[in-house]
């Protein structure tokens, strides 16, 4: 029977191949001419008619890995200076920004001082970090020094000085001179290439350059996590090319980051627990080793200062406001000579020195100031160490813009010779004067801090980095806040002289929490007048001066986190960004204080954890907050007064 059903089952098979079998049945292949492909093996443009040369490179570092470099050279350049930048955000997009045939809209985008390159002819060149892109290699966000976090033979400096290296010996047309230049990550590169750095690197120009993630730049303020930061993690660190995208779940971030309860739990529900820097973080909450071994000004303490340095910072950056003036202070010491070290403050946000600085929000200051920088400061400081002949530039160590007068000052050191540092006390009655507490005053003012409820940044809907809002958030009107109960205010009297802060403001708060943990958020504010005759909009405006966060449980030890003793005053010290700004008769100073900063910052549970990355749904909880300012416990702010060096008649501008 089975024999019978295979032979069944053949037959059909047979009778379906054996035509395939005949010989005489089988047709010869029919033959066509070939199309080519109108594509060429290699396509070289024309292209005569540019005003410069692109030029791409592989240039390699002393391990072998080559970095992808772009170089663009203007037509006729002959002993023309170099000036590179190295970034993590793709060379090939911040040289390619239109297609043209002028070098002008080729680097008309980030990163790029156009006029100043354009005008002095310098040759471009910019290269993708290891790792990154176009560059060989692996990628380390800030890629430590070589030492106790790097094990490796290379760091950002050894790869800096090999491709100046490179550079002086095979662009034929330059002078064999380089400078460096960048904002933000690519400003922290600019420093890192001081360490041991090429015969031939002549200058540095740092911008709002990365320096220490800890205490107030990209990652943590003070301990307070910046977990708005989490999409540049995604986006920059999850692919080589950058090309992964952070997702929205809400329309207001607000209600995004709030829904996932911790910071680490909505990194685990968007997969960043898969990046190694993201572990690095959230291991790391303290400031152990981990940070104190990659603090770059510390680091830059040990270092001889051999190149001239010029750090630029923009007194509203919203993303690295620690570093630049951080970076002045470990420097300055070390420049006997008077010759190695510059300092800009402008009225920027992050990396506005390089578009349009008239205004910042709400806020206008009475021309271009980022003009200014880049043709009266920048170009003539570039000029006088990368051009052959150039005049030495009439550059004064310190150039800062004063908001409130809109005047442009020179100074030789930061912060300028100053009084001693003003006392201005939190009063009972929200008030704010030079008096200390009396007897008899009430002791504290109190408000509830309830993490259901945290304070937004910016008013609602919240879109963050990226949005319209992002960049102008620092000098947006705290009238909002002002209005909250869980925003205690101090005002003083209103002003009938001038009164000049240049520095940093430290904060000295008495308080208690019922909890044992807490944050601190204080502000140091300008209140305009209730009506400004010039510019309605500005009336009763509240501007951000300096402001900061500090997480209480590093209150003792920035490495050590410590739970706080309920109910129990103590004091918390820290230092504000800084400040250059005349509050102007018939204004007010405020003081504001929170204990929240949503979604710009963690939520505080207010119940001691061992990291709060990882607090649990029931860890947070409501807390009574006092702020205390009796004669034994007494609150206040110092500010760092100098004398105010403009024309009475410049400072009632404003009024006229």
Do not use: C
């Not at 020094?145 to 100046?164: E, S, W």
């Not at 005053?441 to 309830?450: F, R």
């Amino acid at each position: 029977m089975h024999l019978r059903a295979f032979v069944m089952l053949l037959l059909p098979l047979l009778a379906i191949a054996s035509p395939l079998t005949a010989q005489d049945d089988v047709k010869p292949a029919k033959t066509y001419p070939e199309l080519p492909s109108e594509i060429p093996k290699e396509f070289k443009p024309v292209q005569d008619t540019f005003d410069f040369a692109k030029r791409t490179a592989m240039i390699p570092m002393r391990d072998g890995v080559k970095l992808h470099t772009v170089i663009l050279v203007p037509k006729g350049a002959k002993g023309a200076p170099m000036l590179l930048t190295r970034t993590p955000y793709n060379a090939v997009r911040l040289t390619s920004h239109a297609s043209s045939s002028h070098l002008g809209p080729m680097l008309a985008g980030y990163d790029n001082a156009l006029d100043v390159i354009l005008e002095a002819g310098y040759i471009r060149v910019v290269q993708d970090v290891r790792g990154k892109h176009g560059s060989e290699g692996d990628y380390i966000v800030n890629r430590p020094l070589r030492g106790p976090q790097n094990k490796t033979p290379v760091d950002h400096a050894t790869d800096t000085y090999d491709t100046v290296e490179w550079l002086v010996k095979n662009v034929t047309e330059s002078n064999g001179k380089v400078g460096i230049l960048g904002i933000s990550y690519d400003g922290f590169l600019p420093l890192m290439a001081l360490v041991d750095p090429h015969p031939a690197l002549k200058v540095s120009v740092p911008m709002n350059p990365m320096v220490d993630g800890w205490m107030g730049d990209d990652w943590f303020h003070y301990g307070a996590f910046r977990q708005l930061m989490a999409p540049w993690i995604y986006n920059q660190v999850a692919t080589q090319r950058g090309d992964a995208r952070w997702w929205r779940s809400h329309a207001d971030d607000y209600d995004t980051y709030l829904q996932a309860g911790s910071a680490g739990e909505l990194g685990r529900r968007r997969g960043l627990d898969q990046l190694g820097f993201w572990k690095k973080l959230t291991d790391h909450p303290a400031y152990d080793e981990f940070w104190q071994d990659q603090a770059l000004d510390k680091l830059l303490a040990a270092q001889p200062l051999k190149v001239p340095v010029m750090l630029v910072h923009s007194l509203w950056d919203q993303e690295d406001i620690y570093g630049a003036p951080a970076v002045y202070k470990t420097l300055k010491p070390k420049d006997a000579a008077k010759d190695k070290v510059f300092l800009v403050l402008g009225p920027w946000n992050h990396g506005q020195m390089i578009n349009n600085g008239s205004s910042l929000g709400a806020i206008k200051f009475g021309s271009d100031t980022s003009l200014h920088f880049r043709k009266k400061i920048l170009a003539p400081f570039l000029a006088q160490y990368l051009k052959d002949g150039a005049p030495k530039a009439d550059i004064a160590p310190v150039h800062a813009f004063e908001t409130g007068t809109n005047e442009w000052r020179r100074h030789s050191t930061w912060p300028p010779a100053q009084q001693p540092m003003a006392k201005l006390h939190l009063r009972a009655g929200n008030k704010l004067t030079r008096e200390a507490p009396k007897q008899g005053d009430a002791e504290y003012e109190e408000y509830v801090s309830d993490p259901a409820k945290p304070i937004p940044y910016v008013r609602r809907p919240i879109k963050g980095p990226g949005s319209e809002d992002w960049p102008r958030w620092l000098t947006d009107d705290q009238r909002d806040a002002a209005t909250r109960t869980d925003v205690v205010t101090f005002v003083s009297d209103v002003l009938t002289e001038p009164m000049k802060i240049a520095g940093e403001p430290i904060a000295n708060l008495i308080a208690s929490t019922s909890g044992t943990d807490s944050d601190w958020v204080v502000k140091v504010i300008d209140v305009y007048p209730d009506e400004v005759g010039d510019d309605a909009a500005m009336g009763g405006y509240q501007l951000m001066v300096s402001a900061d966060i500090f997480r209480g449980r590093y209150r003792e030890s920035f490495a050590k986190p410590k739970a706080i003793t309920p109910d129990t005053p103590l004091a918390y010290r820290f230092a504000l960004p800084t400040a250059n700004h005349v509050f102007r008769p018939g204004h007010r100073i405020m003081v504001q204080i929170q204990s929240s900063w949503f979604p710009l910052y963690d939520r505080n549970p207010q119940t001691f954890v061992p990291n709060i990355f990882w607090a649990k749904p029931g860890d947070y909880r409501k807390a009574i907050q006092r702020i205390y300012h009796s004669p034994s416990n007494a609150a206040f702010i110092e500010l760092p007064i100098v004398a105010p060096t403009a024309p009475a008649k410049s400072l009632r501008r404003e009024e006229e």
